[in-house]
């Protein structure tokens, strides 16, 4: 991206504009001001980067999803006024540091459960997948696993996330 390089822009935002459009739209916002605040934050990346001295300290993902986040609090407690950025000298990069732990302490998270979750193993790794981030239904459960019924599945859900917890606690 420092050398202009327009693959990297493309990888950039077919990776990580979609979490950033999530956030928006999930916020009180429109696809429109999902890009808007997307480029928003491109193009401090880019002010960031043209400075020999910047040193990215987390994921991009973190870094561009903070840095969205601020912007789209800021655009949301100016709703109604204008908010364009025409001079980017004057655009204020905000602090995001602290929206930079906090999303790496929750990765961390997201990661130990994934770690647990594949120790796990089948069924119980389907099973809670499937109701817990698919949004599938016990019925559904019932059918792709072949239980005699949804509250046989049910039962296995709850022994799965019991042994789940247990995994996901004992870990270091």
């Known amino acids: 991206m420092r050398k202009g390089d327009n693959d990297a822009i493309s990888y ?6 979609p979490s950033i459009s999530h956030l928006v739209l999930n916020n009180n916002g429109t696809e ?4 808007d605040i997307f480029q928003e934050a491109v193009m401090v990346l880019y002010d960031k980067i043209t400075h020999n001295d ?3 300290s987390s994921k ?4 561009l999803y903070a840095i969205c986040r601020r912007l789209w609090l800021k655009s949301l407690n100016k709703k109604g006024n204008s908010y364009s950025i025409t001079d980017n000298e004057n655009f204020e990069i905000p602090d995001v540091s602290e929206d930079i732990q906090q999303h790496m302490e929750l990765e961390l998270k997201f990661d130990k459960m994934d770690h647990a979750l594949e120790a796990l193993g089948e069924p119980c790794s389907t099973i809670l997948r499937d109701f ?3 949004n599938k239904s016990m019925q559904y459960i019932c059918d792709k696993l072949g239980y005699t019924n949804a509250d046989n ?3 296995q859900k709850y022994k799965c996330l019991q ?10």
């Not at 950039?12 to 504009?17: A, H, M």
């Not at 429109?32 to 890009?35: D, G, H």
């Not at 991009?60 to 870094?63: G, K, P, R």
């Open 153 to 155: 599945a049910k039962n």
């Open 54 to 56: 910047f040193e990215l």
């Open 132 to 134: 817990y981030i698919k």
């Open 163 to 172: 042994r789940l917890k247990k995994l996901f606690f004992d870990q270091k």
């Open 60 to 63: 991009l993902s973190t870094f």
């Open 32 to 35: 429109e001001e999902a890009q």
């Open 12 to 17: 950039i935002y077919k990776s990580f504009y």
